[in-house]
């Protein structure tokens, strides 16, 4: 099984409100990742949680806000949002080699953010 | 040195013929180079991914070819069909990170 699930499908948003995104799986992968993706945009990084510590913050304005609470579940919390940040958000997981080398990441379906 | 390089942008294909996409890279220090499907609507999936320590891997329909001293790799489709109609992503990197090319909208009429 190599499925990652991301909650909700859809989120509309006020600029003052404050929301989280929830990804989860359940593959024993020890690295997590969420992308912003913009339309006709490749994913662009925000964060890297490897082993449950942020390992990267790829400078990611604050009103994003990271949360690893189990090597299975990773949180977006986000916090007076522009419109501009309107985007296709999405997770992703891998095995998190640590000696050397990359491996495959695992992407969710992503949930769709409008800000209003 | 960051930087990678994707064509072309779009490509339109008939069925039965054959895509090629391109990657160019700079940072000598990626090791791995996987080429991303995404569909609309949908998270990438990866399609096919090589290792730099060979020149060409294929698995079905889909090859990668990869040129360490040019610092390139491409997608090869071969066959192509309607369902393959999709945007494409390289995305080298190292260790928790890939960088992802501009991506490749591919068209393929039947």
């Known amino acids: 099984d190599t499925e990652v699930t991301q909650t909700p499908k859809h989120l509309v948003m006020g600029m003052t409100n404050k929301k989280s995104l929830k990804c989860e799986q359940h593959?024993?992968?020890?690295?997590m990742y969420w992308y912003k993706q913009k339309a006709k945009k490749p994913p662009e990084l925000m964060f890297v949680?490897?082993?449950?510590?942020?390992?990267i913050n790829e400078s990611v304005p604050s009103r994003f806000s990271p949360e690893c609470p189990n090597s299975s579940l990773l949180n977006l919390h986000l916090h007076a949002l522009q419109p501009e940040d309107s985007a296709l958000y999405l997770c992703?997981?891998?095995?998190?080699?640590?000696?050397?080398?990359?491996?495959?990441?695992?992407f969710g379906p992503g949930t769709r953010l409008t800000v209003l | 040195q960051q930087q990678v390089k994707q064509s072309p942008q779009s490509l339109i294909v008939q069925k039965g013929g054959i895509s090629i996409i391109n990657c160019a890279y700079e940072n000598t220090a990626f090791d791995y180079f996987p080429w991303y499907q995404q569909f609309p609507g949908k998270g990438p999936a990866l399609l096919i991914a090589i290792r730099p320590d060979v020149s060409e891997k294929k698995e079905g329909r889909f090859t990668i070819s990869f040129n360490k001293s040019a610092k390139q790799f491409s997608l090869h489709i071969m066959d192509s069909q309607p369902g393959d109609s999709a945007t494409y992503f390289c995305?080298?990197?190292?260790?928790?990170?890939?960088?992802f090319g501009t991506g490749t909208r591919l068209q393929v009429f039947p």
């Open positions: 995305a080298p990197g190292n260790t928790d990170k890939l960088i």
């Open positions: 949680y490897s082993y449950e510590k942020l390992s």
């Open positions: 593959m024993g992968h020890r690295a």
């Open positions: 992703a997981s891998s095995q998190g080699l640590q000696v050397g080398g990359s491996d495959t990441q695992y």
